[in-house]
C-alpha cells in the first residue's frame, strides 16, 4: 500500500523557517512527481512546490518562490520542502502527493498518493 508520512510542522516565529519531511513506502519517490500543497481553513487545497519525474525540474507558486526549496533524497525514499521566510500567510496544512509529471502540477487531482498533513503555523 503506498503511503506518506509527513514530518515537521509546527509553530514557528514570522520570519522562521521550518523543513517538511514527506518518507514514503510501498513505492519508490524517484518514479514519481512529488508535489507538495497546502490548505488553511475554509481555502482550497493550492500547490506549493513540486519536484518532477524527468529531471528533478522544480516548480513554485509565486507565493513561496524564493523563500521555499523542494528535494529529494532517493536513498531515503524522502522528499523535503525547505521553508524559510514564513510570513502570516503561510500557515495550513501542508501535505505531500505523488503523481506523474504534468504541466499543471498546481492541481491537486493530478496526484495519487496523499500524506496525512502536517500543520504549520507562524505566530509570535
Known amino acids: 500500500q503506498p503511503q506518506f508520512v509527513e514530518s515537521g510542522g509546527g509553530l514557528v516565529q514570522p520570519g522562521g523557517s521550518l523543513r517538511l519531511s514527506c518518507a514514503a513506502s510501498?513505492?519508490?519517490?524517484?518514479?514519481?512527481?512529488i508535489g507538495w500543497f497546502r490548505q488553511a481553513p475554509g481555502k482550497e487545497k493550492e500547490g506549493v512546490a513540486c519536484?518532477?519525474?524527468?529531471?528533478?525540474?522544480?516548480h513554485y507558486a509565486d507565493s513561496v518562490k524564493g523563500r521555499f526549496t523542494v528535494s529529494r533524497d532517493n536513498a531515503k525514499n524522502t522528499v523535503y520542502l525547505q521553508m524559510n521566510g514564513l510570513n502570516p500567510g503561510d500557515p495550513a496544512v501542508y501535505f505531500c502527493?505523488?503523481?506523474?509529471?504534468?504541466?499543471?502540477?498546481?492541481?491537486?487531482?493530478?496526484?495519487?498518493?496523499w500524506g496525512q498533513g502536517t500543520p504549520v503555523t507562524v505566530s509570535s
Open positions: 502527493a505523488a503523481g506523474y509529471d504534468t504541466d499543471t502540477w498546481y492541481a491537486p487531482e493530478e496526484f495519487d498518493y
Open positions: 510501498g513505492f519508490t519517490v524517484d518514479y514519481y512527481a
Open positions: 519536484i518532477g519525474f524527468t529531471d528533478d525540474i522544480t
